[in-house]
């Protein structure tokens, strides 16, 4: 079993930087696809940006604006949301996939609003 921790994710204003970070614990291993999705109230659940080992992708939305990154050997996930807007508002949830594992995190609310 993973265990995947969320945490960073609160209310910010529209300009505004906020750090997300998910600590994976547990059965983990090396090679792992780590990502963050988000989800609106009413619409669907969405990749935000994902990184392996030597690739990032980013949906368009956020391109330029957010960076996913690794940290504590790989074993944690960093999402840097800087310049954020009220449609990035969502619950931001983090995943873990290594080969035919899956896990969530519970998930963290992000408003952004003045």
């Known amino acids: 079993q993973v265990q995947l921790v969320e945490s960073g994710g609160g209310l910010v204003q529209p300009g505004g930087p906020l750090r997300l970070s998910c600590a994976a614990s547990?059965?983990?291993?090396?090679?792992?696809?780590l990502g963050w999705y988000r989800q609106a109230p009413g619409k669907q659940r969405e990749m935000v940006a994902t990184?392996?080992?030597?690739?990032?992708n980013y949906s368009d939305s956020v391109k330029g604006r957010f960076a996913i990154s690794r940290e504590n050997r790989g074993n944690t996930v960093v999402l840097q949301m800087n310049n954020v807007k009220p449609e990035d508002t969502a619950v931001y949830y983090c995943?873990?996939?290594?080969?035919?594992?899956?896990?969530w995190g519970q998930g963290t609310q992000v408003t952004v609003s003045t």
């Open positions: 547990g059965s983990t291993f090396a090679i792992t696809v």
């Open positions: 990184i392996s080992r030597f690739n990032t």
């Open positions: 995943h873990y996939r290594y080969k035919s594992w899956e896990y």
